[in-house]
């Protein structure tokens, strides 16, 4: 019955790595910049290169090994629906198998394979920066990011305030939906089996609990944060200021390296 | 019923750097008609012990077995019937538009049929001391925080339990709103029969209460026995960090003092007679 909490997908774990010193707006950039060099990668040997990159920082960035699949395992459903899409439904190449009137076409498997490295490295690249990375810093990235929007009218600082708040109380609601899902089971309730229709019935006594206790915790955080007088970003100073240090020039620097040496080699 | 617990033990999340131990080799029976109580610091794990009892959650090694035989996966509905468990601010749990149709769901996903359900809902709330006619048709959401911990309660006697779990049934009420649930838990033993289990983290409430108390330390069972056995050695109790009921450590402090007094008090009202029997004075 630990459904919800086994779930550990990108949540953050604290260490002293090398990313986890970086600063959450360079490896922001980089990620960023390693994605675009994901989609242009066409090569085995770029892709290679590509494993090298991301094994490394994931030996070293002190995360256990079995905590980072385990985490993996809700994305293991989707590589392998895309892989049984394109081997079914990807024509051209040579037949390889003939099933009555479907037929398996090694187009399809070459392109269903491609696509599954492709997400696997999007997947583990970008749970590196959201398991090396606090919800904080990350949030705090957001904001410098949407400082220029601003300008333009946009509540950049508020869009921040909100996922901080979000992501904060992500693990509260886990712990809180198991909590009732555990009482109304003692009550008899069955959450597992039944049709379609009588599971989402069956949800109601969980979602009714959890709106009602959302709905009050949103109501002592917003009196809580007015009795110490927030009124938004207006002037509002930092406890933590993002310093950028050299070395995250350099990360953002070497990402875009990459990206140059893949696009001019056409790796 | 009644329900073993051989050299349990739970751990949350294991193999992730989040693992926690939260119940070390526990061993406990609870019999037919006890009355226990299970105290321990926040975190020693007692909600965890208790949701061992109705299968909610499994032991991570060890076994647990009622009326002899080990709890396979077929039994955990028959087993929720008969052992009800009352979580901890169990008002956070209702969800029916009216109070009686929350008390009722229990009795519903028995599948008995709509008279027995009704009968059901309108005794359970009597036990609790809330009248059915009165606020049958009330939202629950309407109601004051001891009221809708009552209608949680009712919740789970509608299944009629054989043994009964309260995880911490006074958190958060006042003295008085304290004193009434817990007199009317002893009611529920003493009457209907139930087999209790309550936990808690005050001495105090149990002490004068309970058949058996059960400490808990870090997840440790560090000490079983009755209410007189556990509080016979006051200083172990205070090193484990749980202090005596305030009677008890009177007496022990009046021990230390010389006077001959016995250990095992609980209640001002035994306190007094103890007093007045050491001094002499002839009791009416
Ligand atoms: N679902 C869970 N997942 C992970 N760890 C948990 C979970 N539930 C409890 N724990 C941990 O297990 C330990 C025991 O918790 P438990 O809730 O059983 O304590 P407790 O004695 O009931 O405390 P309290 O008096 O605060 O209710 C704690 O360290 C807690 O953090
Ligand atoms: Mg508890």
Known sequence: MNMFRSITIGQYLPGDSLLHRLDPRAKFIALLLFIVAIFLVNTYWGYLILAVIVTTFLFTSGIPLSYFFRGLRPVYYIMLFTLLIHIFFTKGGSVLLRLGPATIDSYGIYLGFYMVLRIIFLVVSTSLLTLTTSPIALTDALEYFMKPLSYLGVPAHEIAMMMTIALRFIPTLMEESEKIMKAQMARGADFESGNIINRAKNLVPLLVPLFVSSFRRADELAIAMEARCYRGGMGRTRLRELQATPRDFLAVAVAGLIIAVIAGTGL | ?284
């Open chain 2, 1 to 284: 019923m009644q329900i073993k617990l051989e050299n349990v033990s739970h751990t949350y999340m294991p193999g992730t750097p989040f693992e926690t131990r939260a119940l070390i080799d526990i061993n406990l029976t609870i019999e037919q008609g006890e009355y226990l109580a299970i105290i321990g610091q926040t975190g020693s794990g007692k909600s965890t012990l208790v949701q061992h009892l109705n299968g909610l959650l499994k032991p991570t090694s060890g076994r647990i077995l009622i009326d002899g035989k080990e709890v396979d996966k077929t039994a955990y509905r028959e087993i929720r019937r008969r052992v009800g468990l009352i979580f901890q601010f169990p008002e956070q749990q209702l969800f029916a538009e009216t109070v009686f149709e929350d008390v009722a769901f229990g009795p519903k996903n028995l599948g008995l049929p709509e008279a027995e359900v009704r009968r059901r809902v309108e005794n359970a709330m009597l036990l609790v001391g809330l009248d059915p006619q009165e606020l049958g048709d009330r939202s629950p959401f309407t109601l004051s925080g001891g009221q809708m911990r009552r209608i949680a309660m009712a919740g789970v006697l509608a299944m009629e339990p054989e043994v009964l779990i309260l995880d911490e049934p006074a958190a958060g009420l006042d003295p008085r709103g304290k004193k009434e649930i817990l007199d009317q838990i002893d009611r529920l033993h003493r009457e209907e029969g139930l087999t209790v289990v309550l936990v808690s983290h005050s001495m105090e409430d149990v002490a004068s209460r309970a058949k058996h108390l059960l400490v808990l330390v870090d997840g440790r069972q560090k000490m079983y026995g009755t209410p007189a056995e556990v509080f016979r050695d006051g200083q172990e109790l205070a090193e484990m960090g749980l202090g005596l009921p305030q009677m008890c450590l009177l007496m022990h402090k009046l021990r230390a003092a010389g006077k001959d007094v016995p250990t095992d008090i609980f209640t001002v009202e035994d306190a007094r007679d103890a007093i007045l029997k050491m001094l002499g004075v002839p009791q009416t």
